[in-house]
C-alpha cells in the first residue's frame, strides 16, 4: 500500500500538542499495533453497513470532533454527530482504504490518508480523511476525525 509522508508529517506536527498531553494524561499505555489500529477503520465502516446512527456514534468519544465531508457544520458532541450520520447513511455508503500512514504512540493513534466511498446510486467519492483515536475506558474511541472531497480528480 503507497504512503503518504508529506501530508502525514503536516498533520503529526498540527497534533503534537494533542498527542503530548494525551500521554501525560495515562500513567500506563494499551499495547496495539498496525493491524489493531487498522482495524478500528474496518470497525466502523461496519457500523456504517448496519444503517444505524447510533452504532456509528458509538465509535467516537463522548467529546470526540467530526470534521464530516459533506457538511460545513464542525460536530462536536454525540447529538450532532449523530445527526450527520442519520443523513450520510441514507447514501448507504460503504469505504476503502485507498493508502494510509498509521502512527502509533501511547494510548493515542492516528490512521491518516485516502479512502473512496461508494453509495447505493453507485456513485463514489474520494477523499481524505485523518482519524485520531484515543485508548479510553479499555477501549479505543475516535477523538477526531476529519474527512474532506479530493480537491483533484484522480
Known sequence: ?????????????????ALSQAQTETASCAKSDSAQISALFDRWNRSLATLDPDQVVANYAQ???LLPTVSNKPRTNHAEIRD????????KPQGRIDRRV??????????????????KDGSEV???YSYVYEYRDGQWL?????SSAMPEKR
Open 126 to 128: 474520494s477523499a481524505r
Open 142 to 146: 475516535i477523538a477526531h476525525h476529519h
Open 84 to 91: 450527520y450520520f442519520v443523513h450520510f447513511l441514507e447514501k
Open 102 to 119: 498509521l502512527k502509533i504512540g501511547c494510548n493515542v493513534a492516528q490512521d491518516v490518508g485516502l479512502y473512496t466511498f461508494r453509495f
Open 63 to 65: 467529546d470526540a470532533v
Open 1 to 17: 500500500m503507497p504512503v503518504i509522508h508529506r501530508s502525514a508529517l503536516a498533520l503529526s506536527l498540527c497534533l503534537l500538542p
